[in-house]
């Protein structure tokens, strides 16, 4: 009963407002409100689209000291600012929507730009230098999804002469224009300096080595190397022991005991016969768990044998118990996969169009990257991280904890 009377109750009142909305005024003519509410509404838009017009303009945008200081001075040495045609491209030709709602969204989201000028985020050189990674991959993503709209104002596959280009240039953007890649994949740091792309991964990976510091293992937990470690078949009494094998970075162990620094840890996989030496990860496919000295080899605790009907080779599913130090290990695989996908996107996605890890199948992906190995500003510990992540996340391998 009584909810039926508050119901009731905010009919009317919303009744009499809508009521009084609508009621004839009784000092001005309908007619006048309407015009002056014109005139008011056209003066209101005209008066906002010349907000957004000021605000577009390479002047507004160099008005902050750290954008003049920093992204001018480097976009006046490119050949978007001068060259032989004559023809500049402004800041908002790069950043900005030209029309529609995508421009309106474009200026609130500048918002945030104008919160951290008051803040002095990048007031200064250095704070600028730490945070232009960031920047360049917030603008690189927002390209990316938006499939370079604004380079394609000016530029198009369709207008380019590829007869008259450099060799290699025609090659890949031809390349790109048939497997449609965007300008942004190939053309990052053409207007600004480039960031240092390794500085990112760089801090993934440290913030890593640094919780393995104080990481307390458990039985029962899966635990990952974040490099490739020494194993042991029995617990070393010293320094100097020598081990029995390598386990390679983001190999999943099983935690079986733990003894001081030490873990003993439960590695499973599959070895091909012939190839007793290596523990794979999966059945026929080349994503290598362990290295093994030839005496160590008895020690693997075969399973159940099957016979690969595309290459005839035989495989069997194998695990294998031994100790490694609790150093460089982690528990969180996603984090690790952040960091192999992250150096994957910085090292690998410079110079070409960069291949989505399901493009390949796993065993594909060992000869694409060695083909690049020589221009990846990788050493050998990072370079099989990122063999593993493409090769783990590639066409024909279910995702396991996958960094989408």
């Known amino acids: 009963m009584g909810r039926s009377c508050g119901q009731a109750s905010e009919a009317k009142v919303i009744g009499r407002i809508w009521k009084a909305f609508w009621r004839p005024s009784t000092k001005w003519g309908l007619g006048v409100l309407l015009v002056t509410g014109g005139i008011a509404g056209a003066v209101g838009w005209n008066g906002f689209h010349y907000v957004v017009e000021k605000t577009t303009t390479t002047e507004f945008c160099i008005s902050c000291h750290s954008m003049r200081d920093n992204n001018y001075e480097e976009y006046k040495t490119t050949i978007h600012y001068q060259n032989t045609s004559g023809v500049r491209a402004e800041c908002a030709d790069c950043h900005v929507p030209k029309s529609g709602w995508k421009l309106y969204r474009a200026k609130l989201l500048a918002a945030k730009d104008l919160w951290g000028e008051i803040r002095g985020t990048i ?4 704070k600028f230098e730490a945070h232009r990674l960031e920047m360049a991959e917030t603008v690189w993503a927002d390209m990316k999804a938006n499939d370079s709209a604004t380079c394609r104002t000016c530029h198009s596959f369709e207008a380019m002469d590829f007869a008259h280009q450099k060799p290699e240039a025609s090659k890949q953007m031809q390349q790109a224009m048939n497997e449609g890649g965007t300008c942004i994949d190939c053309h990052k740091g053409i207007a600004h300096k480039m960031p240092d792309m390794a500085s990112g991964y760089r801090a993934l990976f440290s913030k890593l080595e640094k919780a393995s510091q ?9 635990l990952y190397p974040l490099r490739t470690i020494e194993a042991y078949l029995e617990k070393p009494s010293g320094e100097k022991a020598k081990a ?11 935690v079986v005991d733990v003894t001081g620094d030490w873990v003993q840890v439960a590695v499973k996989g599959w070895q091909q016969e012939g190839a007793e030496r290596v523990i794979y990860e999966k059945q026929g496919k080349r994503i290598f768990n362990a290295a093994l000295a030839p005496a160590a080899t008895g020690s693997v605790v075969p399973g159940a044998s099957m016979v690969d009907p595309d290459t005839e080779q035989t495989w069997t599913d194998v695990s294998l118990t031994a100790w490694v130090r609790n150093r460089d290990l982690t528990g969180d695989q996603e984090a690790l996969w952040q960091y192999g996908k992250q150096m994957y996107n910085g090292a690998c996605g410079m110079c070409h169009v960069l291949p989505h890890p399901e493009h390949f199948l796993a065993n594909q992906w060992i000869g694409t990257l060695n083909a690049m190995k020589s221009r990846a500003p990788l050493d050998d510990e990072q370079f099989r991280l990122v063999q593993r992540y493409v090769q783990m996340h590639a066409k024909d391998v279910e995702p396991e904890g996958a960094a989408e």
Do not use: C, F, V, Y
């Open 244 to 254: 029995d094998g390598r386990l390679l970075a983001a190999t999943p162990m099983q």
């Open 123 to 126: 007031d200064t050189r250095e």
């Open 214 to 222: 104080s990481l307390k293992p458990r039985k029962g937990e899966t």
